[in-house]
T-cell receptor
Framework: ELKVEQNPLFLSMQEGKNYTIYCNYS?????LYWYRQDPGKSLESLFV?????AVKQEGRLMASLDTKARLSTLHITAAVHDLSATYFC?????????????FGKGTLLTVNP | DAGVTQSPTHLIKTRGQQVTLRCSPI?????VSWYQQVLGQGPQFIFQ???????GRGNFPDRFSARQFPNYSSELNVNALLLGDSALYLC???????????FGQGTRLTVV
């Protein structure tokens, strides 16, 4: 059974600081996704990582994938309050049209002024 | 272009009742997946449909069923509701060959 583990589960940081969220998964996969969820809202796609060594950046967020280590990271640079949300990583084992995601438990990020 | 739409957005049901949730995928998307998100947890996969056929099922009891229509919209049915079925139900649509899933705003189901 595929397990997806995120850490930390809770992260409180000050504005301007840097931090990394880690996502480990237990089965070989070369497709990993990061989503953001605001309270009471749906999931917003942040990054789609499709190969070993993939790195993508958007604003203050950068995601990377190491399929050999079965590890993805989401790095936050110079955090601002607007980044406060829950962040999920998800692994896709099925690919193509047979689509199924397994999510981690999420990291609740709070950025304090 | 409209995104994934789900209805209703909220509903309250009594234990033992039945509920039907609806989802319309993005135009051109032929695959719909359903997820259950209990408060404080990540979404859990329930079903995936592609071209009106069930292609995947998660670890949920037979009380949960779904179908996809010729226009690719989908319904999720839950029978004999339990308190533990209270959750946000999310629908995601994908286009075959495109690996990114787009989620609807969800249906918040409360069972009392």
């Amino acid at each position: 059974e595929l397990k997806v583990e995120q850490n930390p589960l809770f992260l409180s940081m000050q504005e301007g600081k840097n931090y990394t969220i880690y996502c480990n998964y237990s089965t070989t996969s070369d497709r990993l996704y990061w989503y953001r969820q605001d309270p009471g809202k749906s999931l917003e796609s942040l990054f789609v990582l499709l190969s070993n060594g993939a790195v993508k950046q958007e604003g203050r967020l950068m995601a990377s994938l190491d399929t050999k280590a079965r590890l993805s990271t989401l790095h936050i640079t110079a955090a601002v309050h607007d980044l406060s949300a829950t962040y999920f990583c998800a692994v896709d084992l099925s690919g193509g049209s047979n689509y199924k995601l397994t999510f981690g438990k999420g990291t609740l990020l709070t950025v304090n002024p | 272009d409209a995104g994934v739409t789900q209805s209703p957005t909220h509903l309250i049901k009594t234990r033992g009742q039945q509920v039907t949730l609806r989802c319309s995928p993005i135009s051109g998307h032929k695959s719909v997946s359903w997820y259950q998100q209990v408060l404080g947890q990540g979404p859990q996969f329930i079903f995936q449909y592609y071209e009106k056929e069930e292609r995947g099922r998660g670890n949920f009891p037979d009380r949960f069923s779904a179908r996809q229509f010729p226009n690719y919209s989908s319904e999720l049915n839950v029978n004999a509701l339990l308190l533990g079925d209270s959750a946000l139900y999310l629908c995601a649509s994908t286009w075959a060959g495109n690996t990114e899933a787009f989620f609807g705003q969800g249906t918040r189901l409360t069972v009392v």
